[in-house]
């Protein structure tokens, strides 16, 4: 073999060697699905709020969240961990390995797509304002809102958030940790209205006709949520879109859905839902 010969094969196996090499690297399983795999455990970062996630009467965490992520790991044959956390905390701690996964009414935003890695949508919601019958009663617009004195409540460092901001600059926002607390806020006479992620205006008007309404016919925003992961799992998350593509094609989210956010039919179950 002479010497040109060898370079020329030389060359030719770099070259298919820099060509598979990322081939290579995309199939190739992360860290957290090497970890996953090994522990036979999928950790979960969630943040209660009705009726995504919450405690029923003896304490279990019960809701759609919960529904989709003990489905995601039993049909991959692992067991699930919850990890309750902070609403505003809950991308850190991914990112801080404190998790797997969020599956937690996330949504899908260019922001949160800047530090996290966003599956497909599993779920799709809005966000609405339910307004005090005392408070709000003349208020029927969103001008009617956005003046200043009027007082809205919000989840702290949820989506509604920059909803509010958005179209109520003039009002005064108060942020609360806990999704309770906003609609507490309104029922004790606090706040003109509270901005949460549908259904739960639309189910606290129902719970309370004589204190709340809904002002508008349509959702101040629309938005799709998705499970976050972090960057990198790639592999992990065309895992999760093919669950997520065979539990829309058979129906079973659309049915686990319409339990939780059409009807009240599981507030039995819960406490202070």
Known sequence: MNLSFKTTLSGAALLLTSLLTPALAQTAPSDTQAQIEQSGTLRVGMSTFAPWAMR?????????EIDVARRLATDHGWQVEFVPTAWDGIIPSLLAKKYDVIIGGLTITPEREKSVLFTQAYSHSG??????STLAKE?????????RGVILAVRRGASPVQVAKAHFPKATLRQFDDESQVFQEVLNGRAH???SSSPKPEQEALRHPDTLFMPFAKQLAQGSEGFALRKGDDVLAEQFNDWIAARQADGWLKARHDYWFKSLAWEAQVVNP
Do not use: R, Y
């Open 56 to 64: 029923d009467k003896q304490g279990a965490l019960i809701g759609f």
């Open 127 to 132: 966000v609405q304002l339910a307004a005090s």
């Open 139 to 147: 208020k029927q617009t969103v001008a009617d809102f956005n003046q």
């Open 193 to 195: 209205g509270a901005l």
